[in-house]
């Protein structure tokens, strides 16, 4: 039967049958009605309408009409009876009449090539291949229509979602911006075609993890497709994009909003195995705050998959392995692990390396959460051999990485469960050798990563890792004794906290020391600068971006050649002791570095390690907390809201283990490593059970990771500073941009107080007005920094965080500009708001506009946690700059600055929220100050000089 329906086509186009009376027009309508039915699943309609247009294309020798309408015939097969190789054999069998009647570059070649693509991606999901044949498609029907057409645009747009698919994201892009251009050739603003393309764009910025710009593809696809009736074909898949992008940004009430309205519109619409994919979406949303639903939707993907594709499909097999990671992760893993161990034993799981690995990783977690400690090291070693067999030695991609890792993960937590169960030590150093292992695997690979984006990426799968060895290496430490496992620790601390940042850092300080021409430095440094500004500029013309990039490309690989030594700095060494930290320590100094875990519904407790360390003393403590993550924000928010957080300052103080560490901090100057949600958290303010505040009793200063505590550049008397507040009237506003409103920016009359104020304590130069260009010419010439203006973070996308110069937007400073600057300034405050809050990221902490200043080699800033007032700050500041100016440590200022506010203001403004949102991260040394008296001195020296040379003159001629 399967033999003879694939001939169907072919049959039909070897016999004669007359059909030259129907007109073309009227052919065309058959065609465009049957694939119109075909696409909205009509199958037996569309295939009537189909074989008429087939026929008469035939009869009139229209080779081009009839293998488009044999495209969606053969496509209909699959759908109609989701054979595969019934559908692939007729895709073959037309390919060669299409060669036979059209050429080997005929449109109708491309049709049967596209349509192998399309089998491929969604029938087989062999992604490779069906790259392979959607670029057969592109070079088919470009040589065929030329570039501005239709159909080469619609190669683009699939060729492009199957390189992203298939990881090659340079090659997308490169392609992505090629597309861009010939769609807006061929299509007005609205056509409905936009949407392909839209969606590929939306996958490519997705993948980067770029979301503000994906946001931007999934609204104009939403949009288009609300608004355009012709377009509405694109509804359920901008529904899905949306919810894609605000899972991603862990806003999941409205992740889950947009994934039902794609389910409510695609039931009439979108067969079993598309609505199976939105069950799977709204079990993987709601994890995140409903476990029963996130079982049942999974359940029912299972179910839809096993009647659309069967059993032994590999989605099948995929959405199986989601419904049992629900039950492991909501409360049933004992049901997990019967579940995975039956998967494992099916061939259709062994016949995908993904799938596979997926399955035994996810099993060495069940096996953890089912208290089953040494069935999951055992699952771990066999994930590990398979893991080695797929990649043979070879670097692996992201995902088949990750689950290696996450088995890696569950596996030590086993081992540590299982010492605290037995007492046995052994447990823990088996922990350690396994650690040893993956970590060694870890530096070769992310040693492969060239940009920061591909390192982002990295850290965000794995740093859970580094966090369950840090637990190991407590354990380690508190069973015997030994000052190596506190080492260990501070070493994982370090790889979950500044892998990218410390380097880049080194990197800024050691710029004169390293052998490299000044001017590659800069070509290089300005080539990024160029790159990121064109990638937040969709206006720009695509190609110019293509050629910058490989202009970068090339420069790298060269000085990746001829200067290794600067090469090798961008790989900082990150392995630090705790003897190194306690040398650097004064007597009556500490530091505390913490690590908590990630948490979410299905696991809200968090896990809370300490280190201090004191000038003889190193101790580590443990503690957990339901929610912690919950209880920080809801702490910040109260003091945003002014409201009374006694209680939750005090709950804080208890969690974080400051109340058995008394003993040994007493009296000190304090300097945290914070860690995930304690980034964003002011320890100022937490009270001890007397009720005092931190504030009271220490000095404190924070680090983005001990590293950047131990490296520090050379300082010398202050000598330039610039200082800058905006004039801004009532009626200036921000100049909207094509993705953002308009916005006004209150003048702040207080800042220019307060840099004239300043200004006059410390000199410098006090600036209003000022161009983007020579604002960061005079800040790489200062020594203090001291910005006083409107801020404004972007969470989704960190890099487009920006300080305002003017209202004019042109005029902003963002922070992927700063990333590449070389600033040499002892000291940076950023007395503005939100200037220390932004996204946090994975294995580097915070990504706000403070973080792009230390990019840039700033270690010394001043930030804010929160929206600061434009009064109180003033004030601070001023107080902030008298102290320092008095001589003070850099920390010692801010604190008495806080506390001399706190005296004077009166009890409404006396409020934490007024004075408590800057805090200082860095260096705490006294700044030095280029003294005047000297010169006002030796003129006074002169002028007594010249008075007594004119009296013994008038003397002597007397």
């Not at 000052?483 to 990197?507: G, M, N, Q």
């Not at 004039?727 to 921000?734: G, I």
Request: hydrophobic share 40%; aromatic share 12%.
């Amino acid at each position: 039967m399967r033999s003879y329906l694939a001939t169907i086509p072919l049959a039909l186009a070897c016999c004669f049958v007359s059909y030259g009376q129907t007109d073309r027009e009227t052919l065309d309508l058959y065609s465009r009605k049957g694939a119109n039915l075909i696409m909205s699943f009509q199958i037996d309609s569309g295939t009537f309408y189909l074989n008429k247009a087939i026929e008469g294309h035939r009869a009139n020798q229209d080779w081009e009409k009839f293998f488009q309408s044999q495209y969606y015939l053969c496509v209909s097969y699959f759908l109609k009876t989701r054979d595969v190789e019934l559908a692939e054999d007729s895709l073959n069998s037309n390919l060669d009449l299409a060669k036979t009647k059209m050429g080997e570059a005929g449109s109708g070649v491309g049709e049967m090539y596209f349509g192998l693509g399309w089998l491929n991606d969604n029938a087989r999901r062999d992604r490779q291949t069906a790259t392979e044949y959607y670029y057969k498609a592109l070079e088919t029907w470009e040589g065929f229509y030329g570039r501005n057409h239709e159909k080469t645009g619609k190669a683009y747009a699939n060729y492009i979602l199957s390189l992203i698919n298939t990881q090659q994201l340079a090659k997308a892009e490169e392609y992505l911006l090629k597309a861009l251009d010939i769609y807006e050739e061929i299509y007005p603003p609205y056509h409905t075609e936009w949407g392909r393309l839209y969606n590929s764009a939306f996958y490519y910025y997705n993948g980067l993890r770029q979301l503000e710009k994906a946001s931007t593809y999934a609204n104009a696809m939403y949009q288009l497709a609300t608004n355009n009736d012709a377009a509405r074909r694109w509804y359920t898949r901008a529904c899905r994009n949306l919810s894609m992008t605000y899972y991603n940004l862990q806003e999941y009430d409205l992740a889950a909003q947009y994934a039902i309205e794609e389910l409510d519109a695609g039931k009439d619409i979108l067969n079993e195995n598309q609505i199976a994919e939105i069950y799977n979406n709204l079990g993987r949303i709601y994890l995140f705050s409903d476990g029963d639903k996130a079982i049942d939707f999974t359940a029912k993907a299972w179910e839809l998959k096993k009647s659309a594709l069967g059993s032994d499909h590999p989605s099948t097999v995929s959405s199986a392995i989601n419904y049992a990671s629900a039950q492991a992760d909501l409360g049933e893993p004992a049901k997990a692990v019967k579940a995975f161990v039956e998967l494992i034993d099916l061939e259709a799981t062994k016949a995908s390396s993904e799938n596979e690995l997926r399955t035994w990783n996810l099993l060495a977690k069940a096996y953890y959460l089912n208290r089953q400690w040494s069935e999951c090291v055992e699952t771990f070693e066999a994930t590990e051999n398979l893991y080695t067999k797929v990649t043979n030695g070879n670097t692996a991609p992201d995902l088949l990485f990750n689950f290696y890792v996450n088995a890696a993960t569950s596996a030590i937590s086993s081992l540590v469960a299982q010492f605290n169960e037995t007492g046995e030590v052994e447990s823990l150093e088996q922990g350690n050798e396994l650690f040893e292992r993956v970590d060694l695997l870890m530096s070769e690979n992310w040693n492969n990563l060239e940009y920061n984006s591909d390192q982002q990426s990295f850290l965000n799968l794995n740093t859970e890792f580094y966090i369950a060895a840090a637990d190991l290496f407590f354990y380690l430490f508190e069973s015997t004794g030994e000052i190596s496992y506190a080492d260990r620790f501070l070493y994982t601390s370090e790889k979950s906290k500044a892998s990218i940042s410390f380097p880049a850092f080194v990197l800024a300080l050691k710029k004169d020391q390293i052998k490299v021409p000044g001017e590659i430095l800069d070509f290089k440094k300005n080539l990024e600068i160029e790159i990121a500004q064109l990638e937040n500029d969709q206006e720009q013309e695509a190609s110019i971006l293509v050629s910058k990039k490989s202009s970068r490309d090339s420069l790298i690989a060269i000085i990746k050649s001829e200067y290794p030594s600067y090469y090798s700095e961008r790989i900082a060494d990150l392995q630090i002791s705790a003897n190194e930290i306690q040398t650097r320590l004064d007597e009556d100094e500490a530091t505390i570095i913490y690590m908590t875990n990630v948490t979410n519904y299905a696991q809200p407790e968090s896990v809370v390690i300490s280190l201090l360390i004191t000038k003889d003393k190193l101790k580590m403590l443990r503690g957990s907390s339901i929610e912690l993550s919950s209880k920080v924000q809801t702490f910040i928010n109260g003091v945003k809201s002014r409201a009374d957080v006694d209680q939750e300052s005090r709950e804080l103080y208890q969690i974080l283990g400051l109340s058995s560490m008394e003993n040994e901090i007493a009296g000190q100057k304090i300097a945290i490593v914070p860690n995930n949600e304690l980034f964003s958290l002011p320890f100022e303010l937490l009270k001890n059970e007397q009720g005092i505040s931190m504030i009271e009793g220490y000095n404190i200063r924070y680090y983005p990771s001990a590293s950047m505590m131990l490296s520090k550049r050379e300082s010398g008397k202050v000598q330039a500073a610039s200082l800058f507040a905006p004039e801004l009237s009532p009626e200036d506003q921000l100049v909207a941009s094509a993705s953002r409103e308009k916005k006004n920016l209150v003048p702040l009359y207080s800042s220019i107080k307060e840099v004239s104020q300043i200004g006059e304590i410390i000199g410098g130069e006090n600036i209003n007005t000022l161009s983007k260009a020579s604002m960061l010419k005079k800040m790489s010439q200062a020594d203090i920094i001291h910005l006083a203006t409107h801020a404004e973070v972007s969470h989704s996308s960190p890099g487009s965080s920006e300080l305002y110069l003017s209202n004019d937007r042109d005029s902003s400073i963002y922070a992927y500009e700063l990333y590449n600057q070389n600033f040499k300034a002892q000291l940076v405050t950023l007395s503005a708001c939100n200037t220390g809050v932004g996204k946090l990221q994975k294995g580097e902490g915070i990504q706000s506009l403070a973080k792009a200043f230390t990019f840039a080699g700033c270690q010394n800033i001043v930030m804010s946690l929160w929206p600061v007032n434009d009064e109180s700050t003033a004030e601070l500041m001023t107080q902030f700059y008298k102290n320092l100016k008095s001589g003070m440590r850099k920390d010692e200022a801010l604190r008495e600055a806080k506390l001399s506010y706190v005296r004077n203001a009166d009890p409404v403004k006396a409020h934490p929220y007024y004075w408590a949102g800057f805090v200082f991260s860095g260096n705490p040394e006294p700044l030095e100050f280029e003294s005047k008296w000297f010169g006002n001195w030796l003129w006074l020296a002169v002028l007594i000089f010249i008075i007594i040379g004119f009296l013994r003159r008038k003397k002597n001629q007397s």
